[in-house]
Nanobody
Framework: QVQLAESGGGSVQPGGSLRLSCAAS????????VAWFRQAPGKEREFVAA????????FYADSVKGRFTISRDNAKRTAFLQMNSLEPEDTAVYYC?????????????????WGQGTQVTVSS
């Protein structure tokens, strides 16, 4: 069983930055692909970014490419999402998720473990 806990959300003005963290309880965290998803009010949850177990491959949604950066520190069992140039459209609850052995890194159903989410609000 893997427990994930997100932190770092908050309110920021357009153009600002936030750094989200995802702390994992898994002893073998380094074996898991980790992703960030988000869900805006009235919308379905959507893929944001993913990083493979060794950090060698990164995947991003087109809407965040060039603005968001996913990373991980396996020694600290933590993944991060650095969000820059935030826009009001980025307002959502952000979820951390983890999986092993899935065929897709961007499909929600491939992820077995989820955190509770952290709210990000971008508003002037």
């Amino acid at each position: 069983q893997v427990q994930l806990a997100e932190s770092g959300g908050g309110s920021v003005q357009p153009g600002g930055s936030l750094r989200l963290s995802c702390a994992a309880s898994a002893r073998f965290f380094s074996m898991y692909t980790v992703a960030w998803f988000r869900q805006a009010p009235g919308k379905e949850r959507e893929f944001v970014a993913a990083i493979t177990s060794d950090g060698g491959r990164l995947f991003y949604a087109d809407s965040v490419k060039g603005r968001f950066t996913i990373s991980r520190d396996n020694a600290k069992r933590t993944a991060f999402l650095q969000m820059n140039s935030l826009e009001p459209e980025d307002t959502a609850v952000y979820y951390c998720a983890a999986q092993i052995g899935g065929l897709s890194f961007v499909r929600e159903y491939e992820y077995n473990y989820w955190g509770q989410g952290t709210q990000v609000t971008v508003s002037s």
